[in-house]
């Protein structure tokens, strides 16, 4: 299963947006460079008052769905 690793920095004023529907997808980059885009929503579980911030490992299907979301450090 394809993975990529996101480091986050997101303030809850930004997720705020992707709550209330403005923005559905969050685009980051990983630490080899390459872009990756996912739905805003598998992040709510990590939401704090602090926004979400760390790493985390995302897993996607061979059809390049997602499958799963696992924080490696916060």
Do not use: C
Not at 14 to 42: C, M, W
Not at 56 to 61: G, L, R
Request: proline share 4%; charged share 20%; hydrophobic share 35%.
């Amino acid at each position: 299963m394809p993975s990529v690793t996101v480091t986050l920095n997101i303030s809850p004023e930004e997720y705020l947006r992707y709550y209330k529907g403005s923005a559905k997808q969050v685009l980051a980059h990983t630490g080899d460079g390459r872009s990756v885009s996912f739905p805003a929503n598998i992040l709510q579980r990590f939401l704090t008052h602090a926004g979400i911030q760390g790493q985390f490992v995302i897993e996607f299907d061979s059809d390049g769905h997602f499958k799963s979301v696992n924080a490696i450090s916060r």
